[in-house]
């Protein structure tokens, strides 16, 4: 079994940063694939960007392309997002996937609210 635990959200202002981090537990991630998605209210949940935990490949949504870096880090099987340039677009409730044969884990979600 996995879980994940995500961490890091908060209130920032547009033009800000912040660093989300999942961490993963019950298992390594070799042969997953770590993903971001985020809901905003009274949307449907979308994809935000997803490393492949082997290779390091990346591929982000365009919204957030140039300004949201994912990375993992092998040792505290941690997967991260850093965002830049916040926008008040990007206000969502964020979670972290993890993904192998077809068999997904989520973690909680993470509140992320940018002001303009």
């Known amino acids: 079994q996995v879980q994940l635990v995500e961490s890091g959200g908060g209130l920032v202002q547009a033009g800000g940063s912040l660093r989300l981090s999942c961490a993963g537990s019950?298992?390594?991630?070799?042969?997953?694939?770590m993903a971001w998605f985020r809901q905003a209210p009274g949307k449907d949940r979308e994809f935000v960007a997803v490393?492949?935990?082997?290779?390091?490949?990346?591929n982000y949504a365009d919204s957030v392309k140039g300004r949201f870096t994912i990375s993992r880090d092998n040792i505290k099987n941690t997967v991260y997002l850093q965002m830049n340039s916040l926008e008040s677009e990007d206000t969502a409730v964020y979670y972290c996937?993890?993904?192998?044969?077809?068999?997904?884990?989520w973690g909680q979600g993470t509140q992320v609210t940018v002001s303009s």
């Open positions: 490393i492949i935990w082997d290779s390091g490949s990346t």
């Open positions: 996937m993890a993904i192998r044969s077809d068999v997904k884990y």
């Open positions: 019950g298992r390594t991630f070799r042969r997953f694939a």
